[in-house]
């Protein structure tokens, strides 16, 4: 059994809240699609900055703009063989979800903006090189509002948290699930017309989970 933490957190200049989700799953192999979408990576690489992403970051970026461009087959080859494997994903969550998805025009692809980058990594190699506790505030206690102001990031932000021990795609697909946050504030983010740009850092935690960190905002 394996525990994966899931954080939300929504800045904007006139306040600033979290969400936490805890998920508990066995250990299983997580089942992924053989073949990928030739646009989402056509897309993602031509993004400056891609190159220099870690390869779970990468990861994270694709599955998110899988989504994003093709949210019926995200349901179908994704989500769904997902739950087959872990039944206790089938929630009320996992019922909205479908529905959502099955009604869903496809979204602009998120572009990557380098700032969102930095401030991405910048916290998930603060927080897996101490592993702290997962949490939207620096190891030093500067909260992201703060944070992403500082990085130049002025209106309309928002940060996606997760660690997991199990695989990149599981984490993405929870975020979306959103299992036990009646606001769903990840998915919220995640299917946000107005956040355009996004940043992701990824970083090792302990032995074997990673610490992942997606940072969205507005086109600047």
């Given at each position: 059994?394996?525990?994966?933490?899931?954080?939300?957190?929504?800045?904007?200049?006139?306040?600033?809240?979290?969400?936490?989700?805890?998920?508990?799953?066995?250990?299983?192999?997580?089942?992924?699609?053989?073949?990928?979408?030739?646009?989402?990576?056509?897309?993602?690489?031509?993004?400056?900055?891609?190159?220099?992403?870690?390869?779970?970051?990468?990861?994270?970026?694709?599955?998110?703009?899988?989504?994003?461009?093709?949210?019926?087959?995200?349901?179908?080859?994704?989500?769904?063989?997902?739950?087959?494997?872990?039944?206790?994903?089938?929630?009320?969550?996992?019922?909205?979800?479908?529905?959502?998805?099955?009604?869903?025009?496809?979204?602009?692809?998120?572009?990557?903006?380098?700032?969102?980058?930095?401030?991405?990594?910048?916290?998930?190699?603060?927080?897996?090189?101490?592993?702290?506790?997962?949490?939207?505030?620096?190891?030093?206690?500067?909260?992201?509002?703060?944070?992403?102001?500082?990085a130049g990031i002025r209106y309309c932000a928002?940060?996606?948290?997760?660690?997991?021990?199990?695989?990149?795609?599981?984490?993405?697909?929870?975020?979306?699930?959103?299992?036990?946050?009646?606001?769903?504030?990840?998915?919220?983010?995640?299917?946000?017309?107005?956040?355009?740009?996004?940043?992701?850092?990824?970083?090792?935690?302990?032995?074997?989970?990673?610490?992942?960190?997606?940072?969205?905002?507005?086109?600047?």
């Amino acid at each position: 059994m394996t525990r994966i933490f899931l954080f939300c957190s929504l800045f904007c200049p006139l306040m600033l809240f979290s969400q936490i989700s805890v998920i508990e799953l066995a250990e299983k192999p997580v089942p992924e699609p053989v073949t990928r979408a030739t646009d989402v990576d056509q897309w993602n690489s031509a993004q400056k900055g891609y190159a220099d992403l870690a390869p779970e970051a990468k990861q994270m970026y694709y599955w998110t703009n899988y989504a994003r461009l093709h949210p019926n087959r995200f349901w179908d080859s994704v989500v769904q063989p997902l739950m087959r494997v872990f039944p206790n994903l089938v929630t009320p969550e996992s019922r909205s979800l479908r529905s959502e998805l099955l009604a869903m025009a496809p979204l602009p692809a998120f572009q990557l903006n380098p700032i969102l980058i930095g401030t991405a990594q910048k916290h998930a190699s603060d927080i897996g090189a101490k592993q702290a506790p997962p949490s939207h505030n620096a190891t030093n206690g500067t909260d992201f509002g703060t944070r992403i102001k500082n990085a130049g990031i002025r209106y309309c932000a928002s940060e996606n948290i997760s660690l997991s021990s199990q695989s990149i795609l599981l984490s993405v697909v929870l975020l979306y699930l959103d299992i036990g946050l009646p606001d769903l504030g990840h998915r919220k983010t995640l299917f946000d017309r107005n956040l355009r740009e996004i940043g992701i850092g990824s970083a090792l935690y302990g032995k074997d989970q990673h610490f992942l960190v997606q940072d969205f905002a507005c086109l600047q």
